[in-house]
């Protein structure tokens, strides 16, 4: 068994759960300007009631190095929380997240 699949099951049972949370800061509905500071304050409410976490990159890579930089940060608070992440880097996905992959690649609102 690789060591993020042991990580994922040993999260599942400490936690007894097998819900996982999808992280998607789109700034324009955001209540605050960090998306960190927002992502980790999801991260921190719910750590001890998931089995992973999911940040959708789209929504990190339409705000540019900045977003990447939330994006490592995000990760980091997961991790701090020993739970497992799971990048969601699919393109093409549903509405909000292809306007951010368009607004990260073509710099379009």
């Known amino acids: 068994?690789?060591?993020f699949v042991?990580?994922?099951?040993?999260?599942?049972?400490?936690n007894r759960s097998l819900l996982c949370v999808g992280l998607d800061p789109?700034?324009?509905s955001l209540p605050i300007e960090d998306m960190a500071a927002f992502t980790s304050a999801i991260i921190d409410a719910t750590a001890d009631l998931v089995c992973?976490?999911?940040?959708n990159i789209?929504?990190?890579e339409a705000e540019g190095f900045d977003g990447l930089r939330a994006l490592q940060q995000t990760?980091?608070?997961a991790k701090a929380r020993r739970?497992?992440?799971?990048l969601d880097a699919k393109?093409?996905?549903f509405p909000p997240s292809a306007r951010a992959y368009a607004k990260a690649v073509l710099r379009t609102r």
């Open 52 to 55: 992973a976490f999911k940040p």
């Open 83 to 86: 739970v497992p992440v799971v």
């Open 1 to 3: 068994m690789s060591r």
């Open 6 to 14: 042991e990580a994922l099951d040993e999260t599942a049972r400490r």
């Open 26 to 28: 789109w700034r324009p």
């Open 58 to 60: 789209a929504f990190f």
């Open 91 to 93: 393109r093409g996905d």
């Open 75 to 77: 990760i980091a608070a």
